[in-house]
């Protein structure tokens, strides 16, 4: 089992930056991508960033694409997600998640962003926002 150890986030006004970095340790030569998450109550898990391992390829929420960047370490096996510009609607619950051997076919839904295609997940860290 993949472990992935979030870091970072916390509170800013609107207009600042937080980043959040996931650390994967065990079994990381599985990883096929990797993403963020985030989750508000009552509402499903959404997908934020995501980013093939193996080619660095980089898919982003509509809602966050030119505030929000998704970066990896392979040397580290690590993770990041710089958030600039932030807003309130930004606050939630954000998760690091690690697809490790995915089912076939993978390549092609990995755009989608859809948390069950994610078989590890970190414990999550709070990002608040105030206007």
């Known amino acids: 089992q993949v472990q992935l150890v979030q870091s970072g986030g916390g509170s800013v006004q609107a207009g600042g930056s937080l980043s959040l970095s996931c650390a994967a340790t065990r079994y990381t030569l599985g990883i096929r991508h990797m993403g963020w998450f985030r989750q508000t109550p009552g509402k499903e898990r959404e997908g934020v960033a995501s980013?093939?391992?193996?080619?660095?390829?980089?898919y982003y929420a509509e809602s966050v694409k030119g505030r929000f960047t998704i970066s990896q370490d392979n040397t580290e096996n690590t993770v990041s997600l710089q958030m600039n510009s932030l807003k309130p609607e930004d606050t939630a619950m954000y998760y690091c998640?690690?697809?490790?051997?995915?089912?076939?076919?993978?390549?092609?839904?990995?755009?989608?962003?859809?948390?069950?295609?994610?078989?590890?997940w970190g414990r999550g860290t709070q990002v608040t926002v105030s206007s």
């Open positions: 998640a690690a697809a490790w051997l995915p089912s076939p076919g993978w390549r092609d839904r990995v755009s989608t962003m859809k948390a069950d295609e994610y078989n590890n």
């Open positions: 980013i093939v391992t193996a080619d660095g390829a980089i």
